[in-house]
C-alpha cells in the first residue's frame, strides 16, 4: 500500500475504552495532558463541554498532541473523552459511564517543502524513507499511542 500525507496507526475506529465506575475526571484530565508534556508533545484542546442533565452530568473533552520528530515527520495523537455520560457526585468522586477514543496519526511533509513535487514526494515516502517510516517512526509513535493507553486505563483501574 502507498504512503500518502499521513499514515494511521490505530484501528479504523481508534482505541476505545469504556469503563463504568467511579472516574476522577479532573485528575485523569491532567494526567493526560501532563503526558503529552512529558513526551515532548505540544498540547491543544479543541473541545471541553459540561451539560448538566437530569440524569447526571455530561462531559465531552477532545484533545491531542503534536511532536516534530524531525524536519520531514509530525506525530499526531488524539484523545477524547468522547462521552461521559450520568456523571453524579459520591463520596469517593464522580461515578458514570465513560467512553475514550484514543487515534494516532503520522504526518509526512508538515511544513509542505515538497508540495510542488507530488511525485516526487510519492517516491519519497514510498522508497527511500520506506523502510524508516516502518521500522523507525511508525514503532514510535506505536509505541507512544500504547503508553497513553496504559496511562488511561492504570488510571481508570483497568490494569494494575
Known amino acids: ?13 481508534g482505541i476505545i475504552i469504556r469503563y463504568k465506575g ?3 475526571v479532573d485528575s485523569l484530565y491532567k494526567d493526560v495532558k501532563s503526558w503529552f508534556g512529558k513526551n515532548s508533545y505540544d498540547y491543544f484542546e479543541k473541545e471541553n463541554i459540561e451539560k448538566t442533565k437530569p440524569q447526571g452530568n455530561s462531559v465531552i473533552i477532545r484533545m491531542y498532541g503534536i511532536k516534530d520528530v524531525d524536519d520531514y515527520v509530525e506525530f499526531k495523537i488524539d484523545v477524547a473523552f468522547d462521552e461521559i455520560l450520568r456523571l453524579k457526585k459520591t463520596d469517593k468522586g464522580y461515578t458514570g459511564d465513560a ?3 484514543i487515534k494516532a496519526e503520522m504526518i509526512f ?6 508540495k510542488s513535487y507530488p511525485f516526487l514526494f510519492h517516491l519519497y515516502n514510498n522508497y527511500i524513507l520506506k523502510k524508516k517510516i516502518n521500522g523507525y517512526y511508525w ?5 507512544d499511542m500504547m503508553d497513553l493507553n496504559s496511562l488511561i486505563k492504570s488510571r481508570l483501574g483497568l490494569i494494575e
Open 139 to 143: 514503532g514510535k509513535i506505536y509505541d
Open 109 to 114: 511533509d508538515y511544513k509542505n517543502k515538497w
Open 1 to 13: 500500500m502507498a504512503i500518502g500525507k499521513t499514515e494511521t496507526i490505530h484501528p479504523s475506529n
Open 22 to 24: 467511579v472516574i476522577e
Open 99 to 101: 467512553r475514550i477514543i
